[in-house]
């Protein structure tokens, strides 16, 4: 690493603020429609000129905009990814991966770190964060890729059983329960979550034409009546939440809602055995845990597997995807 990429990784927060505000303020759009001079895209944007003289002008040193003789043009990846009204639009990411929640959380970094947990009145815990709305929201992007390998990976065990009732517990979007009913017309999803979060939840449901087979479990997955039994269980991206005792004790409590030859799916950032600096991201989201959760991180197999364990479960059989997520199945144990 040079004295050079030292002064980068010191300075990356401003490119995030400089990408969020040229998307808040619908710069990229603007854009895309036409407009290219800094007096036209301040008025239309009811901003001042100077500032977005040099908003433009930084949107363009970091390689998001170009600049012409007739002003500024969107780059190609800008007018792929960022621009609304395209069908690659990830803008709204923005929401989840660079949001004030999480901002203010990392500020106390090193205060998690000597803590060994967060020190955030609010965080990922308290019940009703207006957050997991956010999300649910907007991170269709990245969960939407995931579904869909989690619904092929799924398949056969499905095909074979016919109608199949699913619990999506912490759910969120619950895109993950909504693939699988596109997919399989004789599947029934109760989406599991926080009441406030399943107020966004019922728009997917009803934006992917699944509603009249969806049911909504509002509440704490830890205490409240899960019904079933059923098929199939699916837990993804929540058990980083939580150490792997309480992960444990969850796996147990789901297991209760499962039939006896039930299956129960994780998906999720997987600690594997390579170095981190080959395999950076379920570390890096650790961070995030640590900052925003009173013992979360990214978790192994073997820890999913000592946890299935315990809780009555086979050990998980481990499909890995390209991207950063790997998806566990495991079996209800038999007898
Ligand atoms: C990272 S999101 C995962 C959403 C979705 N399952 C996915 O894979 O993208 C975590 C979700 O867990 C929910 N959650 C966290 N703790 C919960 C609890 N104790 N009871 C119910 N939902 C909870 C949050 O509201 C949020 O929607």
Redo the contacts with the bound molecule.
């Keep these: 690493m040079t004295r050079q990429d030292m002064f980068d990784m010191m300075q990356a927060y401003k490119k995030t603020s400089l990408l969020k505000t040229g998307i808040q303020m619908g710069v990229f759009d603007l854009l895309a429609n036409g407009a290219s001079g800094t007096e036209e895209i301040a008025d239309k944007l009811a901003a001042d000129p100077r500032g977005m003289r040099i908003l433009l002008n930084a949107l363009t040193a970091i390689g998001l905009l170009e600049s012409g003789p007739a002003g500024y043009l969107l780059a190609p990846a800008s007018a792929d990814f960022l621009v609304r009204s395209r069908p690659g639009y990830l803008g709204d990411m923005v929401h989840v991966m660079a949001s004030d929640w999480e901002w203010d959380a990392l500020r106390d970094l090193t205060s998690a770190v000597r803590t060994g947990g967060t020190v955030q009145d609010v965080h990922?815990?308290t019940p009703g964060?207006a957050y997991?709305e956010d999300?649910?929201s907007f991170?269709v992007a990245v969960?939407e890729p995931t579904a869909k390998i989690m619904t092929e990976v799924l398949g056969p065990w499905i095909r074979e059983r016919g109608a199949v009732n699913v619990l999506?517990v912490?759910?969120?979007?619950g895109?993950?329960g909504y693939e699988l009913a596109a997919v399989h017309p004789e599947a029934r999803i109760w989406s599991?979550?926080?009441p406030n979060?399943l107020d966004v939840t019922r728009q997917h449901a009803e934006r992917l034409g699944v509603a009249d087979r969806v049911n909504f479990v509002p509440?704490?997955?830890?205490s409240v009546p899960l019904g079933g039994p059923y098929d199939l269980v699916l837990l993804?991206?929540?058990t980083h939440?939580f150490s792997a005792d309480r992960v444990a004790a969850l796996l147990a409590r789901l297991r209760t809602a499962l039939k006896p030859d039930g299956r129960l799916v994780i998906?999720g950032f997987t600690v594997g055995d390579a170095s981190p600096a080959v395999d950076p991201a379920p570390h890096l989201f650790s961070v995030l845990m640590l900052v925003w959760t009173a013992e979360g991180e990214s978790h192994s197999v073997a820890t999913y597997d000592r946890a299935l364990d315990s809780a009555g479960f086979q050990p998980a059989a481990v499909y890995p995807t390209e991207l950063p997520f790997r998806i566990l199945t495991a079996d209800v144990k038999h007898g």
Excluded: I, K, P, Q
């Excluded at 912490?170 to 979007?173: D, I, L, P, V």
């Excluded at 509440?219 to 830890?222: E, L, S």
């Design positions: 990922a815990e964060y997991w999300f649910a991170a969960a999506d912490a759910c969120g979007h895109l993950y599991l979550d926080w979060v509440g704490d997955m830890f993804t991206n929540v939440h998906v």
